[in-house]
């Protein structure tokens, strides 16, 4: 059973500087606290307009928390899931350098850093969100059912099927699941959404690189996962967006739930 803080202890006394931000957040107090990833303006096209008000919603890999913050502004009852530690990171195996075990602890101490910035962000905004960590693939049934799950971690996931399988076993009604599309023109890539666009498999041998993602996923084949999962009513949106200091095409796979949980599977 994972291991389950509902970060509701009092103010930190830790700087944000000790801090590791994945997302830039708004912090009242704080000002503008600068992560790896802005989505504060994308975040609501991220949705697609997906009601959440009044809902129970799994952020799964909440990592800082800004998506489930901006989730529980928008009025949903959120329970954020994340890593519990380094042990559960998907690392590409025979990369030059340092080696998968050395990374482990460094992992370790990463991953604190990113729970301790969570807390923080919790305790300033003031927030009732529920943080529970342990294994991505094994996301537990405690947690209960919930009307909606956001999914945005799949092509850092070494079996991402698996992983949507098991987060989506707890959903009731929506699954909405984010992306980047490849950096190509603007047309290219909203033609590959509606085209036999392929699953990459994206490590390459002497790349020396453990952290990179596994996958490229075109939303066809999101629609196609959510299809076998149950949720077989399906619409893609698309955002443009800076990330990474260029500006990219977010795209959003929004599925209801057309089949009844099967959750012995």
């Excluded at 949705?47 to 800082?64: C, E, I, N, Q, W």
């Excluded at 984010?178 to 909203?190: A, E, I, Y």
């Excluded at 196609?224 to 443009?240: D, K, N, Q």
Aim: proline share 8%; hydrophobic share 40%; charged share 20%.
């Amino acid at each position: 059973m994972p291991d389950c803080d509902p970060a509701a202890a009092g103010h930190s006394e830790e700087l944000p500087e000790t801090l590791h931000l994945t997302h830039t957040i708004d912090v009242p107090g704080h000002g503008t606290l600068r992560g790896e990833i802005d989505l504060r303006d994308a975040f609501p096209a991220c949705l697609a307009g997906v009601p959440l008000h009044g809902k129970r919603v799994l952020d799964v890999a909440a990592l800082s928390g800004f998506t489930s913050f901006a989730l529980e502004a928008l009025g949903a009852e959120v329970v954020s899931y994340d890593r519990a530690g380094g042990r559960h990171w998907d690392l590409v195996p025979f990369c030059d350098g340092v080696p998968a075990s050395h990374l482990v602890p460094l992992l370790d101490a990463h991953q604190v850093r990113i729970a301790r910035a969570y807390r923080f962000c919790h305790a300033a905004l003031g927030s009732r969100a529920a943080r529970i960590e342990g294994d991505l693939y094994d996301i537990p049934a405690g947690i209960g059912p919930v009307d909606a799950a956001v999914i945005g971690a799949l092509p850092h996931l070494r079996d991402p099927f698996r992983a949507l399988h098991g987060a989506l076993r707890l959903v009731q009604e929506t699954a909405v699941i984010t992306g980047l599309m490849p950096r190509r023109s603007l047309l290219g890539r909203l033609a590959e959404g509606g085209s036999d666009a392929p699953l990459v498999f994206l490590p390459r041998p002497g790349r020396g690189n453990p952290f990179e993602a596994w996958w490229r996923i075109p939303p066809r084949t999101v629609v196609h996962w959510l299809h076998v999962i149950g949720f077989s009513e399906t619409r893609v949106a698309y955002r443009r967006s800076r990330h990474d200091g260029r500006t990219r095409t977010l795209y959003a796979v929004i599925g209801r739930r057309t089949r009844a949980n099967r959750t012995i599977l």
